[in-house]
């Protein structure tokens, strides 16, 4: 009999009172005793997905606040879409000295950094955390957030060749220190060998750097990568260094379709496939009864204003739905990102939709699947997915917090954990531990990942 495949488990974040769903800061689950930005609250959810097992919890990150819609600031700020926006990434820390197995992920873009700066951070999460640092690569895609940095956005191609670049100098950057090279010979009065760091003397089309890097070889060499490119130059460049990949797709057949090419676009690079998990998006919402269930989540649903929907919309396409009717079909539309979310989501619904209907779904979920039912239902749900789709496990997104994380770790881990689906413990310490404990061998020996 075939052993089941153990699903692996993200919790996603942002430091901001919503994530995908929109109606997050006002759910009355939410609401009692709640301060998004207070540090202790994300403490107490990584202990709880630290009991759970999970691999990681996961921050997301934008800097700029979205004046897309109507092309003014006021809608975003009224309704919370995904503003305000603290840096995560000091909170990565706070979190790391009160757990000591899950794995801590933070977004942070390279749009308009130099890798020396971020090589040198992420090497110093890494030794914080003891080998916990997970880093998601990602380059600006708003034009409001190149404006924050006073300059212009640059074309989707140029900014992966930019960002192909970035990691290179980032990998020697954390290279440049052997893994030997500190002896902390006391007799001798030798600290480091300094036979064994080197200078990187990179000099390419977008970046100089001297080197060596002034931090010591970090527990997992640099950080572990997470990406989510959707993109045919996006996969290409996930395929190339991601060690975990999130991934949207609210249909089993899409998701087995980026599935199979990601995995195969790493065959082709040497790397073995197993060294990157793909794992999709979900919005589980639990009840002690299938009808409970969906009684949540059509309160939870309800909570959503259209405008804040158009709002988050308009924000992650650049486009001012403003200019639409409310009520109008979205049937055609020139630019091939909206037709094809209006394509999306008249597929969920099965019929086609309104910009009203579209905007409304869009603030539920930002377009992640709800997996709704008892957490039996919801079980066997994402186990049907995972068969399906070929996919490694799930990125949650909650509805509520604190609450609804606690649920899933409480009702749903203890279920999949009798199927054999989940694992019962950590097999190790540190981020690449979790992500590749069955993979046979680290992704750092895979050719196109890094070499010593």
Not at 7 to 35: C, E, G, I, K
Not at 43 to 59: L, N, P, S, T, W
Not at 127 to 145: D, F, K, Q, Y
């Amino acid at each position: 009999m075939r052993k089941k495949k153990h699903m692996h488990f993200a919790q996603f974040l942002m430091h901001s009172p919503t994530y995908h769903s929109l109606a997050m800061w006002r759910h009355p689950r939410t609401a009692v005793n709640y301060d998004w930005a207070r540090p202790e609250l994300y403490q107490h959810i990584a202990q709880v997905c630290e009991r759970g097992k999970f691999d990681m919890v996961f921050f997301a990150d934008i800097s700029f606040i979205s004046d897309t819609y109507t092309g003014t600031l006021d809608p975003a700020i009224r309704y919370a879409t995904q503003a305000p926006n603290h840096d995560p990434t000091p909170l990565l820390s706070w979190i790391g000295a009160v757990t000591s197995k899950i794995g801590l992920g933070g977004t942070f873009s390279i749009s308009h950094q130099h890798p020396f700066y971020v090589a040198r951070l992420w090497a110093t999460l890494d030794h914080l955390t003891r080998g916990r640092a997970a880093w998601n690569v990602v380059t600006s895609i708003n034009h409001n957030e190149s404006a924050n940095y006073g300059e212009e956005l640059l074309a989707h191609d140029l900014r992966y060749e930019r960002a192909e670049e970035f990691m290179e100098v980032c990998v020697k950057l954390w290279n440049s220190w052997e893994a030997d090279a500190v002896v902390m010979d006391r007799e001798r009065g030798i600290f480091a060998d300094p036979t064994k760091v080197h200078r990187i003397e990179h000099d390419g089309r977008f970046f100089k750097s001297r080197g060596p890097l002034n931090v010591t070889r970090s527990p997992q060499n640099g950080p572990a990568i997470i990406q989510a490119g959707a993109s045919a130059k996006g996969r290409e460049f996930a395929a190339r260094y991601a060690e975990a990949i999130f991934a949207v797709q609210p249909f089993a057949e899409g998701a087995a379709e980026y599935y199979a090419d990601v995995k195969g676009r790493m065959e082709d690079l040497g790397r073995n496939p197993d060294h990157c998990k793909i794992l999709f998006g979900i919005q589980p919402i639990i009840g002690r009864t299938e009808q409970e269930a969906r009684e949540k989540q059509e309160f939870h649903n309800s909570l959503v204003p259209v405008e804040a929907g158009l709002t988050i919309l308009s924000g992650h396409l650049d486009y001012d739905f403003s200019r639409l009717a409310l009520d109008d079909v979205m049937e055609y539309s020139p630019d091939f990102s909206i037709q094809g979310l209006s394509k999306m989501y008249g597929k969920m619904a099965g019929r086609k939709l309104t910009l009203r209907e579209v905007a409304q779904l869009h603030g539920q979920s930002v377009s992640l699947p709800q997996i709704v039912g008892t957490p039996e239902q919801v079980a066997a749900q994402l186990e049907a997915y995972c068969e399906k789709a070929g996919g490694d496990g799930f990125m949650l997104s909650s509805i509520y917090t604190p609450g609804a994380i606690e649920e899933f770790v409480d009702l749903v881990i203890p279920i999949l954990q009798q199927r054999g689906l989940f694992r019962h413990d950590y097999a190790g310490t540190t981020q690449r531990d979790h992500l590749h404990q069955e993979a046979g061998s680290r992704p750092e020996h895979d050719a196109a990942f890094r070499s010593a």
